[in-house]
C-alpha cells in the first residue's frame, strides 16, 4: 500500500543544505515527489511511495540533519496519484 504526504517544514530549514538532504533521503527510501523552499522560509515537501518508506521520511522531515532545525512539521495525508515517478529539488 502506497502513502502520500504534502509536507510545510517551518524552522531553520533554508540555506543549511536541508533540500539535498531531503533529496537524497527519499531516493534512497525509493520514493517520489519533490521538495522546494517557499518565500517564506518554509520547504514545501510532496513525497509519495511504499508505506513503511513514507513514513520513515515524515519521522526524518521531524529533525532533518544539522545545521538544520525543524520547529514544526504541517503534514496534510493525501491520496496516492502514481503520476511522479522520481524526487527532484524544485525552484
Request: net charge positive; hydrophobic share 40%.
Given at each position: ?22 533529496l537524497k533521503t527519499a531516493r534512497s527510501l525509493g520514493l ?44 496534510r495525508e493525501e491520496t496516492p496519484t502514481g503520476v511522479l ?7
Amino acid at each position: 500500500m502506497n502513502k502520500r504526504f504534502h509536507l510545510f517544514i517551518v524552522g531553520r530549514v533554508q540555506g543549511v543544505f536541508f533540500r539535498a538532504n531531503t533529496l537524497k533521503t527519499a531516493r534512497s527510501l525509493g520514493l517520489s515527489g519533490w521538495v522546494r523552499n517557499l518565500a517564506d522560509g518554509r520547504v514545501e515537501v510532496v513525497l509519495e511511495g511504499a508505506a513503511e518508506a513514507a513514513d520513515k521520511m515524515l519521522d526524518w522531515c521531524r529533525s532533518g540533519t544539522p545545521p538544520a532545525r525543524v520547529d514544526q512539521v504541517e503534514c496534510r495525508e493525501e491520496t496516492p496519484t502514481g503520476v511522479l515517478s522520481d524526487f527532484d529539488i524544485r525552484l
